[in-house]
């Protein structure tokens, strides 16, 4: 009973809060500078993604409720204190079922054309359809989810496993630089084929050889790493190598992704019994609505390439709810909300045709889309956390009274 | 005794502070450029990087740009002739005396554009680097030295000494100046020689566009001689690609990076200056029309271009016409590119961008066009007429009185300029606020509020001496109670000079203030100030003003003299386009790092407290000093490794960026160290000099002030709070997330975690009233990576660019350790002064 005692008493501690407080700056610190020497993409999985972050969170709330809980009951001159301290953990708990349950992604248009998709664009998937042999038709879709990282791996570089297992790697004659690296199995049981990841390359370009196969089909493309400078590791495209297997006939094949929001042209690989068209794409979720861009406009400052506004003109179709063609305006600033999920205008892309990999001359207004069922309670616990701070500032500690003057 | 230290010290601060107002110079001094009539040539509307404003503001930036100030001194190339020579100018050059001009910068930019001929050959171009004004003068240099020493009259033994200093690329004016002193040479191959010493000089900071125009440098690897401005363009070009991204080019050199820097004020003068035609930095100063008569002007000008299939023989506003519907084509869709006249809603989108977004016409091209060209595109008959007959008006007399135009002339063609610009847009500015911008300008609020505040803290300074007199009714004590009356009005003064400039500030740019790291300086100044005013007037003790008029003055003297800070009103990113949210969140935010601020400086005030008190004992000398042997060592090893990995041994393998911040740490750690034991050892010969008085109690003394710092610190936690959160709502607004983990609000998160601590400590008794100013100094660098940090240090890194550069990392990193080392100095201090002697 004693050492449970002990254990509120170290949970509900001033001394842990100093603690964890610092460790949570320290850790942030890091992050920013971690940010920089590789990409956003990198800190986000690797830090404010990763398990060691959610327990330094998790302990921080444990903290702080314990704190509140072992004053019970509150006295009157503690109200700026529980109020802070509940608001706190509100956000704490709001931001959790945040990540639960929030879904976001992109959505790109050029005018005219009608979505009813979000890209998210953060989930990769390998998408593979089986081919018709005579009509050359598609048959049968498959989607299979495929995450990466945010850093390329392949032989001699393997796939680090958190942050622990890439500072391992960065230690010298630390961890596996073997040329032969398993790969990751993409495919399910029971699945007519067998694909498995052998290369992961976060910048790709395309190579300048192209190997021509024995058999006399049309050469496959084939893609080498590019160099980015720090920080922007993330900013080039991505490209895999893959191996298929569909009986006891093994293929490579390398797919790179979309440098727009539009779905990538797939590669096509025959094999004895049909042929397969593969692409590696994001995940698109259908939002149960349409909308068509009539109209997207940038404003510039004059003579420069300062833009100063981006606009589009949209028409919203949801047949469910009994809405046909009704107009609406996104701006930067003012999003557009329907069905849980909000449309904001976040840029705009010049358009790539996905066979010449030219500029169309034509630009894709660029929304980002998402969905945040947990915004109500983190505003709560904001709202909590700053009033309860200055009624413990003023109430308590009486910052606008003469106190200082009387001492 | 002791009182008497104390009020000696006084006056020596005051002497100090007197002593820096500079000595008038002897010559005589021409103002030029001054009075109503350039007054009026300012008022003129001008659109310039996308914003309509005053030519004055114009002129005040770009001759900023080029010269570093807004008035350009051409001093008399005689007078530093003369000085190299030990002589004095009267008899370096007969009997005409001395004189020197002032341009103000409305007059020096008009001159620029009508007397071309005059100011290529005026050294107003600003060449600091003096490695780069020596490879810029190279050539100049040794064909002058070879010619002299090729001459007869030349003695022999001179010779030989001319020709190996004519190829020195080391030469320095001092060794010139002691050679021509020493010399036999005739006395107009001495001026030649101590002219050329002269431009070599720390003070000759600028050569003129001639000199660089035909100057050529020898590229880094030493392939080619290249005119100066190919070279920087290559430089440029190098630079670009380094900065895009580090792995694919070498890093720039200080001598090409300066180079580009010169190249482009060069530039800048060029775009200006004669009447040749340039793409850059040109003159806009007349609307564009957008009514059917330029639509068919225009439509025309692509039928005849389309007929001739090439440019030639278009008229000046013809080109300039098509130059402005390519500029439309490119920000719109392929289909709605249409020229005028063949759909009716492509033409109603095309006459708004015309309206709207389209620049203004340059002046050259307006005036090198015909007038019946001119009222083709819509410009009426009258105005285009008194328009071109106005600025040839002012052309003729500029150049027939430089300096001195009449105030009609310039009347008249800020009338003509007027005139034009209302009969063609309905959205040329009004005179209320044209004339809001150039007022703004003249009054220099942000200029002058330094020296409120400066004058309000030396002010304290002394009545804070003063009232440690005992004797409430000596007539010292009552002259401090005065200066701390004077001082708090000076303090209201700065406030309100900020806020008229803020004001002006937000009606020019229509947008709440603090949108760029300029303003946010400004900004805490003024938050600074205003908060710790309040404060004072609450609890009454000079240090709260104190404090709040060091970082009002520290801010806004950084503002006025960092280069890095723009004061320039630009445009803004599109996102930040909301008052509302600036209006909140960033002002929140940035008010914050002004409460803290304020806490800073108080504990540097306690600080001082602390590094100088009476403790239990005194520290010996040789205790005090024991930390000097690593500091110095640490210093040395420290600054060699820095210098390897710059270069300066050689190894190619020395300069890795690794090597560089292991022993930039090394060095600024050595730095923090040899400096606190110096000013551990400051404040100890202080305490026994004169403040050893056993009756005095630090811990009386000092908290009050703990009490200050720690209500700021909550001010500060409170505002950080508010702003962090209207963060992340304006985020959610905007583009859908609440918390993205930017950088920026990483940081704002972790500067309220970092004074979240000592705030807790403090409340659980673990930090005392030293550590708590401890705190508030160090807790600083939060808000310091925050502030800067974000936008010069991630990303950017330090190794990226030289000392004062970029964002001055170097300067800045030095500057933290040094005022890190006064804590530091007072926590030693203390703690040996509460250790039990050993001896």
């Known amino acids: 009973m004693r050492g449970v005692d002990g254990t509120c008493r170290f949970l509900a501690s001033l001394k842990l809060a100093v603690l964890s407080l610092g460790a949570l700056a320290g850790t942030l610190a890091y992050a920013t500078f971690f940010e920089t020497w590789y990409s956003t993409a990198a800190v986000n999985e690797y830090i404010y993604r990763g398990p060691y972050f959610a327990v330094l969170l998790a302990l921080l709330g444990t903290n702080i409720f314990c704190a509140a809980l072992i004053r019970y009951p509150w006295k009157l001159r503690q109200t700026g204190f529980v109020i802070t301290h509940a608001g706190l953990l509100i956000v704490l708990a709001g931001s959790f079922y945040s990540v639960r349950t929030s879904d976001e992604g992109q959505v790109g248009m050029r005018e005219g054309d009608v979505r009813n998709e979000l890209v998210r664009v953060d989930h990769p998937v390998i998408r593979i359809w089986q081919m018709d042999p005579h009509t050359q038709q598609y048959t049968r879709e498959f989607e299979l989810p495929f995450l990466p990282g945010s850093f390329s791996w392949g032989p001699g570089h393997p796939r680090h496993a958190g942050l622990v297992g890439w500072l391992v790697s960065r230690l010298p004659f630390g961890g596996n630089r073997s040329p032969d690296v398993p790969g990751e199995t993409l495919t399910r049981s029971g699945e007519p084929f067998r694909v498995v990841a052998k290369e992961y390359l976060t910048a790709s370009a395309p190579a300048r050889e192209h190997v021509g196969e024995a058999d006399g089909m049309p050469m496959a493309r084939s893609f080498v790493p590019i160099e980015l400078p720090p920080g922007k590791m993330d900013q080039g495209i991505a490209a895999c190598r893959l191996e298929m297997t569909v009986g006891d006939e093994t293929k490579e094949i390398w797919l790179r992704r979309s440098a727009t929001l539009e779905r990538p042209r797939p590669e096509v690989v025959s094999f004895r019994d049909s042929d397969y068209a593969l692409a590696f794409d994001a995940d698109r979720k259908r939002l149960g609505f349409d909308l068509e861009l009539d109209d997207f406009e940038v404003g510039f400052e004059p003579g420069t390439q300062q833009p100063t506004r981006f606009e589009s003109q949209v028409r919203l179709t949801d047949l469910a709810a009994g809405i046909r063609d009704e107009p609406h305006t996104i701006r930067m600033n003012h999003p557009l909300d329907h069905n849980g999920y909000s449309f904001y205008q976040i840029g705009y892309q010049s358009d790539i045709d996905p066979h010449t990999e030219r500029p169309t001359g034509r630009f894709l207004s660029v929304f980002r889309v998402a969905k945040n069922p947990g915004r109500p309670i983190i505003y709560a616990g904001c709202l909590l956390v700053v009033l309860g701070t200055f009624v413990q500032f003023t109430v308590r500690a009486g910052v606008f009274t003469n106190r200082g003057k009387n001492r | ?839």
């Open chain 2, 1 to 839: 005794m002791r009182r008497f230290a104390r009020h000696s010290a006084a006056l020596v601060i005051a002497a100090i502070l007197v002593s820096g107002v500079p000595a008038r110079a002897a010559e005589t001094v021409e103002r030029l450029g001054i009075g109503a009539a350039y007054d009026d040539v300012g008022r003129v509307a001008v659109m310039h990087e996308g914003r309509v404003k005053p030519l004055d503001t114009v002129a005040r930036e770009e001759v900023s740009q080029v010269y570093g100030n807004e008035t350009v001194t051409l001093g008399d190339p005689r007078k530093e002739v003369a000085q190299i020579l030990g002589t004095d100018v009267a008899r370096t050059s007969g009997d005409i005396p001395s004189k020197a001009a002032k341009w103000r910068a409305v007059g020096a930019f008009l001159g620029w554009t009508v007397r071309p001929e005059f100011w290529d050959d005026q050294p107003f171009i600003l060449v600091d680097y003096l490695p780069l004004r020596r490879a810029v003068l190279a050539r100049t240099i040794e064909s002058r030295l070879k010619a002299i020493a090729d001459k007869p009259s030349t003695p022999e033994p001179e010779k030989d000494r001319l020709r190996s200093m004519a190829v020195d690329s080391e030469l320095t004016a001092s060794m010139a100046a002691a050679f021509v002193r020493g010399s036999n040479l005739p006395p107009e191959d001495r001026y030649t020689i101590a002219e050329l010493a002269s431009k070599l000089t720390k003070g000759h900071r600028w050569l003129s566009p001639r000199e660089l125009q035909e100057s050529t440098i020898t590229t880094r690897n030493e392939e080619a001689a290249l005119p100066f401005l190919h070279w920087a363009a290559a430089a440029n070009d190098e630079k670009e690609r380094f900065d895009d991204n580090p792995l694919s080019s070498k890093r720039p050199t200080e001598l090409e990076r300066r180079g580009i820097e010169v190249a482009r004020r060069l530039m800048t003068y060029m775009a200006y200056s004669g009447d040749r035609l340039a793409r850059a930095g040109v003159l806009l100063i007349v609307p564009r029309p957008s009514d059917a008569t330029y639509l068919s002007y225009t439509a025309q000008a692509i039928k005849d271009i389309r007929a001739k299939g090439s440019v030639d023989g278009l008229s000046p506003m013809q080109f300039d016409a098509l130059a402005a519907i390519d500029g439309y084509w490119k920000l719109v869709p392929r289909e709605d590119r249409k020229p005028p006249g063949q759909d009716v809603k492509a033409d109603q989108k095309f006459t708004a961008w015309l309206r709207d977004s389209s620049t203004w016409v340059p002046l050259k091209t307006f005036l090198k066009s015909k007038p019946e060209d001119l009222i083709a595109a819509g410009y009426p008959e009258g105005s285009v007429r008194a328009f071109q007959a106005a600025y040839h008006g002012l052309e003729q007399a500029e150049v027939a009185a430089p300096g001195h135009v009449a105030e009609t002339t310039a009347s008249r063609f800020m009338t003509a300029s007027r005139a034009l610009g209302e009969a063609v847009s309905s959205q040329y500015p009004s005179t209320a606020i044209i004339d809001r911008e150039t007022r703004f300008n003249a009054v220099n609020p942000f200029g002058l509020a330094p020296y409120a505040y400066g004058t309000a803290m030396v002010l304290l300074v002394l009545s804070l001496t003063c009232f440690q007199t005992t004797s409430e009714s000596s007539p010292i004590r009552r002259a401090g109670r005065g200066a701390y009356r004077l001082a708090v009005v000076a303090m209201v003064g700065g406030i309100g000079l900020e806020i008229y400039g803020f004001y002006s500030r937000i009606r020019i740019s229509g947008w709440a203030p603090v949108t760029n790291m300029y303003e946010s300086v400004i900004w805490v100044a003024l938050v600074a100030a205003a908060l710790a005013l309040v404060f004072e007037l609450i609890f009454r003790q000079v240090t709260m003003a104190l404090a709040g008029s060091a970082v009002a003055l520290l801010c806004t003297v950084t503002a006025a003299s960092v280069s890095l800070l723009d004061p320039g009103i630009k445009s803004l990113e599109p996102v930040l386009r909301d008052n509302f949210w600036l209006g909140t969140h960033v002002l929140a935010e940035v008010s914050s790092y002004a409460a803290f601020g304020l806490a800073w400086a108080l504990g540097l005030i306690a600080t001082l407290q602390y590094l100088t008190a009476t403790y239990r004992r005194s520290p010996r000398i040789g205790e005090l000093m024991l930390t000097m042997i690593p500091g110095l060592l640490l210093l040395t090893g420290g600054g060699a490794g820095v210098a390897a990995s710059y270069g300066a041994f050689g190894p190619a393998w020395t300069t890795s960026d690794r090597l560089f911040y292991v022993f930039a740490v090394i060095a600024l750690a050595g730095e923090t160290l040899t400096l606190m034991t110096t000013l551990a050892l400051g404040g100890e010969m202080i305490n026994r000099l004169t403040l050893r008085a056993p009756s005095r109690r630090i811990a009386a003394q000092v908290k009050p002030l703990a009490t200050y710092i720690y209500r700021t610190m909550q001010v500060g936690v409170l505002l950080i709070a508010v702003g962090t959160i209207l963060g992340g709502v304006w985020a959610d607004y905007s583009w859908g997330r609440f918390w993205g983990w930017d950088a920026k609000e990483v940081w704002a998160l972790t500067t309220l975690i970092v004074y979240l601590i000592p705030l807790h400590g403090r409340y659980a008794g673990w930090v005392n009233s030293f550590w708590l100013v401890f705190a508030s100094v160090v807790c600083y660098l939060s808000v310091i990576m925050a502030w800067y940090g974000v936008n010069f240090v991630l990303g950017v890194g330090l190794h990226s660019y030289g000392f004062v550069e970029g964002g001055s990392q170097g300067a800045m990193s030095v500057i933290i350790a040094g005022v890190l080392a006064l804590p530091v100095a007072a926590a030693w201090r203390r703690t040996l002064g509460y250790r039990p002697d050993a001896r």
